[in-house]
């Protein structure tokens, strides 16, 4: 049994409450490399800004669980040494889908976990969080759970509607569950193909998707007020990056995310922490393959990977920046 607060890392409970407060969001990043890990530390202690490192099952399939919890105690002295005095850094279960699996993360050092029973029936829904938050709460780690369910990569976003998260569950689920933040469905979605053509608008040759359902986001902010809300599925699929990706040998058809525009709306609501993971891949990628394609004798991991990290950092932090706000943000 570790204690994530010997690791130096936090839970979200100070943080999400200043972001809600202050009307910003707090970038929670995926990580499966030590690239990425290393992008996000330097992003987050240059902007000053806390941070949510993220892990997925899919991250702990390629990388194991375990490097990864020590590539997060490891970001907490990187961040001390690249100068960052008291570094805000959350180690956090992305989409734990049981309670085993969510008790093995906090007994090895996680500061945070979402459980995501949302493709449950309501009541084993709330069963399952509310198992998972007793747990959590004698560490004092912290717990998302999800209400609503988001469309994936292969979905139909036209038929999301009906996934859409109810506001009139969400005063009953937050009680009884005792969960700590809430992840809920307006209209994001998984991966770099949120939406297809044929669903968005073409504005200035440019498809633009339909609009986050702000509606329903209002009416779960009146029910909670003050309540931190979380979004998942929230990479924006910058056109650049899709574009350097295709004009190096690429084929990436019909890439479409989320606006920043919405995303900066969502961030002055009690929305919190914006997931964003899709972005740093099309960014790894896209350098990686410039890279590459321009340097053809290259073989050295190191040669193509350094610009992959520095387009990584220079992504997260114009996400920081421009759209989530939590530069500076730091709480000393
Ligand atoms: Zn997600």
Redesign the pocket.
């Known amino acids: 049994m570790v204690n994530y607060k010997d690791l130096g890392l936090v839970n979200t409970r100070e943080m999400f409450k200043r972001a809600v407060a202050g009307g910003y969001d707090i970038p929670a990043f995926n990580f499966n490399t030590m690239e990425q890990m290393q992008a996000i530390v330097m992003a987050a202690v240059e902007t000053k800004s806390p941070v949510i490192m993220q892990v ?1 099952k899919g991250a702990r399939n390629y990388a194991n669980a375990t490097i990864l919890r020590y590539m997060a105690e490891g970001a907490v002295a990187y961040a001390k040494e690249l100068g960052c005095a008291h570094p805000e850094i959350v180690l956090h279960l ?2 734990g889908d049981s309670f085993e699996l969510c008790k093995d993360c906090i007994d090895m050092g996680f500061s945070s976990v ?1 459980i ?1 029973g949302s493709h449950l029936p309501y009541e084993e829904n709330v069963a399952l969080a509310k198992k998972v938050v007793e747990y959590a709460h004698q560490f004092d780690v912290t717990v998302e759970a ?1 209400l609503g369910v ?1 469309a994936g990569v292969e979905d139909e976003v036209s038929a999301a509607e009906s996934h859409y998260t109810k506001p009139e569950e969400v005063i009953d689920f937050a009680t009884r569950t005792g969960c700590d933040s809430l ?1 809920i469905s307006i209209g994001t979605s ?1 991966g770099a193909h949120k939406f297809t053509p044929e669903q968005c608008t073409l504005v200035n040759g440019v498809l633009v998707p339909p609009p986050l359902a702000f509606d329903i986001l209002h009416e779960i902010e009146k029910k909670l007020p003050g309540f931190p809300i979380v979004l ?2 929230s990479s924006s699929v910058p056109m650049d990056e899709v574009n350097t990706i295709n004009q190096f040998g690429g084929k990436l058809e019909a890439a479409i995310g989320i606006p920043e525009e919405q995303l900066r709306e969502a961030s002055k609501s009690a929305v919190c922490k914006i ?1 964003i ?1 899709s972005d740093s891949r099309l960014a790894m990628t896209a350098a990686i393959r410039k890279h590459l394609a321009e340097h053809p004798g290259d073989f050295d991991p190191r040669q193509y990977l350094k610009p992959a990290r520095e387009n990584m950092k220079k992504m997260y932090i114009h996400k920081i920046v421009n759209v989530l706000g939590s530069d500076g943000k730091l709480a000393q």
């Open positions: 997925s992305d989409h979402m995501d999800e988001l992840a998984h998942h599925g997931n993971d």
